[in-house]
């Protein structure tokens, strides 16, 4: 009966417990939570300590520890804040209260700040699920499409189709013509990057037979250097200024496994930063109630605080698990 | 607890609000905060879904019974909508006729009619609440189920009309998780699991609310050990959605990203699966299983418990007897959740699991059937001496004992792995299954709907459709499913279109044209039922408030009741089940409420302390 | 509500507050020189006892279980129980194999690079 709000006549005896039914349904739904991740880290654990291998060298998987410290460490501190804010909302302090918790949602923005930079990091090095080549010849392969995808981009980009005829020409007819193209045009800086053009051209093509007659090897020397033809191939493109904006292709690094460790490090940030987003929308309420905070947002602060606790309690166990451990498997 | 002292004064708190503001059509029928109008939602939205499953399982039926012919009636009406060639089913039609037909049973009937239908509208009544502790949250509740119900009908449309997932619902990946595997279930199988997910929105936003009800929102008096079974099976179902679903929802997000965003989880390296190109990455197929089967099998008793509890409550009415032995009524219910959570992994005796793991399910599971047994024991004690009223809902409940005891057998064969490795995947699981969820739920769920009917529309429903209803189905029910026990032990295997193209199951033919006609009988009879309902909206006899002389807090406010529910806020004073005790001069029964005499226990019930 | 009980904490929450700090920093300090501890295991044993510690920190004073009435048990023993279960329930059968798992990652899944070329990215199968 406690949303009826008539106080007048209370039943002699409550039943149940003597806590609010709000606080009672949140620790019920941090119940839910906590199963919620438990699948998630149980799939992580298992697949990790399932997996024959796993990338732990952070020269691949571009784990970022000291990112993951500093965010622990901001998420700590904005729970720290969320206590405090609870307890002035107690001793009606309430612009205390607000000021806390403007700086809670302020934590909370750099903590997903940090977490963008890190995934902006991943996605540069294409460390991305299903995109991983998990052995030599297949980041070869890979190294092959990217190279042809830079090409055809850049070749739809320079030579366009006749406006007249109705074809479509696809790039590689489209790169049939090229030799005459150069030699007809007049514009230097377009000549100089359909000359680029053909390089890449012809550095895709030697890539690709590389790889069909199995000559092209990607490590070379005792130390398992990156094959250095590969890499001046790579630099040539990224520098020069005609190619540079069509150039997509990545320093190949196999990782085996990778495909796994990616899929499971997205899932469980990604769940965990969608939770703190929530839990940011949940702080917004009682923010924009500005001057008129009141005795009636204590509730829904300790509320919100408990699920905010609960994110930073996922994250405690998240940093370890992602940034820290190796159950000595064997880095490749 | 300490006494409770009558509530004299109370009077008008019970309608607190229902004076004080008007609510609009909308307001009070669609999107209503009551929970007695949301159960009524649920309750005719699992009906008509009840219609839509059946429909799809005739489907599969035709096509075991009659194999490659096309179906009369639906194609010639529908111009060859459901059907391939010439209104045939083809085999990938077939797959996904029985997929859909299982996830719209069990996501869009079975758990909803429960939880959702019957455990809205009575929790706060039989607890003497007024209403949910979350109104809002409880309409939202009813309101993501169509979203859910959307989505599979999307996946029925999306790659064109031939289209559904085809991989079971049970789903497993390697064949779910690649798009290619299933022709036509591309973009279907994802709007399953997304439907999927919006059902367990539904679910949890259900059970937080409903255990939150449960503990804090009791009228004065109603100490735990004085609810009624209903409110017990619904709290320890609450508590198993609680914590089991998450767990499949965490695995439907992983497959979703695995088959949209290029996720690697399930589906191990170099498989080549149709003319998709070999997989690629180190994902683990099994992990699905286990995390799938770790909600799903909680998930049946999900679909039983409450009806267990809901029979329980019926029976002691419709025999005038305390139910036998409450408590341990109470902690097998308890033992069943607890032992539930563990037993998972009969589901993957056959999978290539670890042998040591198959060892300690298959006990785990063997464990499970004395709580079971124990519940079966005490409703035959129930029964036995009892003034037995001969109607639809005794009928009902009877069927429902009667029902789960030959499901819970053939449960118990199939718990034993070397005996599974022969079952595993055929006929014998499907009558197993069914036995458990239609003989057992759904009787349960036709008694409670004739038995709360009063109390939701105030009016009677028609005796005597109901028992023809009843006598229907029953017969129907055991034509159809009895004869899958046989066919499972000659090894008729399950999800075939087309089982007779090996020669040793061609004799089995005849039986299946048999079940065929045994079902389309018990898809027919329930038009009965959806005709009873209807009809006695308008013509049932009017009930008063408490038709069948119950004891439930439900039955002392009025029927319908209004909102806000009781007059006056109930006080409890005794347990649910008094019955025929010498204490009650005159009548046979002493209700929740009445607290002319102050008792101990009779038959054990009464005694509230914890 | 229960919020009459609660004195005031806030000595006590600045020292967990800062027991939280000293913790992050010890497992930041443990992956910093990680080269010199000995084993495979002493490393995760380190960090994810740290991790329980201020999970527990955070969970007894911060989400004031330590001072909430008997309710607590019955609501966090079942959780917790099924959390540490299912991933132990788990092990034995993904986490470790009985049988051989390592699937050669090379002949076939090549072609699956070659059949996407120049369309599509390496790898990207599920298209
Ligand atoms: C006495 C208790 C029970 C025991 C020992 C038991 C045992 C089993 C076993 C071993 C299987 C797996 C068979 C196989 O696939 O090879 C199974 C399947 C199944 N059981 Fe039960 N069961 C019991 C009660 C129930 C109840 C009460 C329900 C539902 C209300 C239920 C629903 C199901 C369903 C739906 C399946 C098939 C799942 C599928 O593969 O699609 N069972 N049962
Ligand atoms: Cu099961």
Redesign the pocket.
Known sequence: MSHSGTVAAQPPVKMGLAIPNSKLCMWLFLGTEIMFFTAFIGTYLVLRLGSPGWPSDVADTHINVRAGGVNTFVLIFSSYLVVLAHESMLKHQFQKAWKLMCAVLFFGVVFLGIKSMEYKGKFDHDIVPGHIAENDAQALQKLVNEFSKSRDAMTNALITDDPKSEKKLSPAQKLVGLPQLISSESDTTKKDALKALGELRDATAQLKEGVRKDTLVLHTGTDHEVNPDITTKLEKFRTNEHTARYFTAHDPHPMVYGNVFASVYFLMTGFHAIHVIVGMILWIFPILRGAKLDASYTDWVENSGLYWHFVDLVWIFLFPLIYIVEFGSHAV | MSAVHPTVGLSDHGHGHAGHHEIGFVGKYIFSKDHKVIGIQFLITTLLMLMVGGALALGVRFQLAWPWRAMPLVSQLTGGLFAAEGGQISPEFYTMLFTMH?SVM?FLV?IPILAGAFGNFLIPLMIGADDMAFPTLNMLSYWFMWPAIACFGMSFTVNGLNAAPAN???AYPVLSAVVQAAPGAGDAQTWWLFGLTLVGVSSMMGSVNYMTTIINMRAPGMTLFRMPLTIWSMFITAILQAFALPVLTAAGFMLVAERTLGFKFFVPGNLLINDAPATVGGGQPLLWQHLFWFY??P???I??LP?MGMVSDMLAAQVRKPIFGYKPMVYSMAAIAGLGFI?WG??M??SGMNPALGMTFMIS??M??LP??VKVFNWIGTIWGGKVQFNTVTLNCVAFVSM?IV??????????VPV?IY????Y???A??HY??FG??LFGCFGAIQFWYPKMFGRMMSERLGKLHFLLSFIGFNGTFFPMHLLGIAGFP?RYADPYIHPYMEHLMPINRFITLCAILMGIAQFILLFNFAFSFFAGKKAGRNPWNANGLEWSAPSPPGHGNFDVPPVCYRGPYEYSSPLSEGTDFLMQTDPLRHTGGVGNAGDGHH | MSHEEHADHGHLYRFIFGLLCVFTAVSWLADECKEYIPGVWLLPIIVLGVAVMKALCVLLIFMHIKFERAWKYVLLAPTTILAIGLPLALLPDVGVHYYHMDVPQDPISDQAFEDLEPTSDAGHSSH
Request: a negative charge; glycine letters at 8%; charged letters at 5%.
């Open positions: 299982a069990i079975i079971g619902w049970t799903s099998h998930a049946v008793y679909m039983l009806a037993v009969h589901h005796f056959t599971t063997m499970i059937a079971s047994a789960f499901g819970g057998l053939s449960g118990i064969f199939m718990a034993a599974d079952f595993h995947d055929t014998f699981i499907v197993h299954f458990v969820l057992a739920t399950r």
